[in-house]
Structure formats: structure tokens, C-alpha cells
């Protein structure tokens, strides 16, 4: 069975650092992980996709600079990193596996549960 | 980066009936790779339609996807109470994925 599991809920203040993480599971090919953000009460937002075999990534332009795609191959794990955040990445993160497609990027056909991230004074 | 605009934003219909949800492209998506997704209260989103018509495993034959080049449709038929959720598309035939805004069919 394919899962995508992610980690926990953050709660933060303004410009501490935080890494979040997510585990693929029970397949054996290698899928690109992509992350979307999920404003509280908006639409769904794509960030950036990276391929965990050699960690080669893309950038959303509107998230590139703000947060950094990391990859650990041996555990297909991927990570979502911020360095100093600010209340306006109070937001659900997801992350997804995509399918295999004849393009840069694919659907997204499994999903992980989703980690909140709150930030506030 | 290539815009997608859904309609309506909202649509109410009652149990049985039938739904059409639009998504336009502001530029033709490549190949058709567009996909639709239905997103719950509290859930992740999860994949309904990929290739514009292909149904994701495990969805069932309610839902159909139709389209090409920029307009795209999903047709939900004979509407069930738990139909009532978010439906969102994406185009993925570029380097920059996108999603539309989001039409959110409720079920009276």
C-alpha cells in the first residue's frame, strides 16, 4: 500500500527555523515529491516538486528563495525547510507523489495526511 | 505559468441530480495533462481525473472528465450527500504546475 506520511503539527514564533518531513512508502519505482500550501480557508497552492533519486528540484517562482526542497534517497524521504519564518506561512503543507508522465511534472495520486504549521508570537 | 479559471464557484444541487464543473486554461494545456481532485472538510486532497479523462483507481464511474486544449469539464452524476466537498483542477504539461481556485459543490 502507497503512503505518504508527514510529520506532525508545528507551532513557532517569527523567525525561528523549521523543517518539516515526508515518508513514501510501499512502492519500489522512483516518484518525484511535490509540496502545496493551504492557506487557512484558500485554494491549493504548488511549491516546488523535487526527485528524491538525485535530489534534482523545481520551484514555484512565488516560492523559490522562501523555503528550500531537500530529498534523503535512502528513506525516500523529503523535507520542506524554512529558515526564518513569519506568520504568513501559517498555512496546512501537504505533500504528494507523483504519478510518471511523459512531462516535467505529473498528477499527484497519493497524498500525505498534511502537517499544519501555525506561527505566531 | 499558465492561469486556470473554474466555474461556478459555488453550486448547489440536491441529491440525484447532476453536476457540471468548468475549468478553462488561459493558454492550451499540453497533451491534456489536466487533473481534477475533490478535497473534504479536514482531508487531504485526492485525485479524481488525470489525462483530463482518465479516472484515478478506486473513483467511481460518476465521475467523468472531458476536454481538450483550454476547456475542460467534470461531470458528477447522480449526486450523493458525500459528493459535497472542494473540487479543484491542475495542468502539469508545464515546469510550473497550477491549480484553479476551487469550486465548492454543496449537496441540499
Known amino acids: 500500500e502507497v503512503q505518504m506520511v508527514q510529520s506532525g503539527a508545528e507551532v513557532k514564533k517569527p523567525g525561528e527555523s523549521l523543517s518539516i518531513s515526508c515518508q513514501g512508502s510501499g512502492y519500489s519505482a522512483n516518484y518525484w515529491i511535490t509540496w502545496v500550501r493551504q492557506m487557512p480557508g484558500k485554494g491549493l497552492e504548488w511549491m516546488g516538486r523535487i526527485d528524491p533519486s538525485d535530489s534534482y528540484i523545481n520551484y514555484s517562482p512565488s516560492f523559490q528563495g522562501h523555503v528550500t526542497i531537500s530529498a534523503d534517497k535512502s528513506t525516500t524521504t523529503a523535507y520542506l525547510q524554512w529558515s526564518s519564518l513569519k506568520a504568513s506561512d501559517t498555512a496546512m503543507y501537504y505533500c504528494?507523489?507523483?504519478?510518471?508522465?511523459?512531462?516535467?511534472?505529473?498528477?499527484?495520486?497519493?497524498w500525505g495526511q498534511g502537517t499544519l504549521v501555525t506561527v505566531s508570537s | 505559468e499558465i492561469a486556470l479559471t473554474q466555474s461556478p464557484d459555488t453550486l448547489s444541487l440536491s441529491p440525484g441530480e447532476g453536476a457540471t464543473l468548468s475549468c478553462r486554461a488561459g493558454q492550451s494545456v499540453t497533451n491534456n495533462y489536466l487533473a481534477w481532485y475533490q478535497q473534504k472538510p479536514g482531508l487531504a486532497p485526492r485525485l479524481l481525473i488525470y489525462?483530463?479523462?482518465s479516472r484515478a483507481a478506486g473513483i467511481p464511474d460518476r465521475f467523468s472528465g472531458s476536454g481538450s486544449g483550454t476547456d475542460f469539464i467534470l461531470t458528477i452524476s447522480r449526486l450523493e450527500p458525500e459528493d459535497s466537498a472542494v473540487y479543484y483542477c491542475?495542468?502539469?504539461?508545464?515546469?510550473?504546475?497550477?491549480f484553479g481556485q476551487g469550486t465548492k459543490l454543496e449537496i441540499k
Open positions: 491542475q495542468q502539469y504539461g508545464t515546469l510550473r504546475d497550477t
Open positions: 489525462g483530463a479523462s
Open positions: 504528494a507523489r507523483l504519478g510518471h508522465c511523459s512531462s516535467t511534472s505529473c498528477y499527484m495520486d497519493y
